[in-house]
């Protein structure tokens, strides 16, 4: 909460300290309750900007981005399940052609689906059954404001 009068930290704090955790109260239902069992998993994109007392509390672990082959593999993947999920998509072939999956897998992986989606798009509406490098288009580079 940004007016300070609720720390989402405090009930943290407690429910990943396993003797606290056992009898946790909600403040809101103020209803008791045994998270000892719970098993928490956090992410982030960078950990500098988590609290040290959160933490101490957690097991860290780094993964570090994919390298260009894994980069591909993931691309690769991306689009068979895009592809195998929709009717449509059978008509495209089971891989694309290595322009427009290099291009795909040197976006963020979150970014290849997107990306995908509107390359299927762009080639169906086009009257075509493969995907080329111009389908891909990265959508971090053109954000457009909603203008009234």
Known sequence: SGDGQYDPLGALYELLEVKTATRFIDEFVELPIDASGAVWL??????????????????VYEIEAPD????????????REIRDAHDWGKRFPEKPENSALEKLASLPPREMRRALHGAFGSAKLDGRSELGPDDIQDGRAKKQRIGF
Do not use: H
């Open 42 to 59: 956090a992410t982030a994109n960078e950990v500098g900007r988590i609290p040290e007392p959160l933490l101490d509390r957690l097991t």
């Open 68 to 79: 260009a082959a894994g980069s591909r593999a993931i691309a690769l993947n991306i689009y």
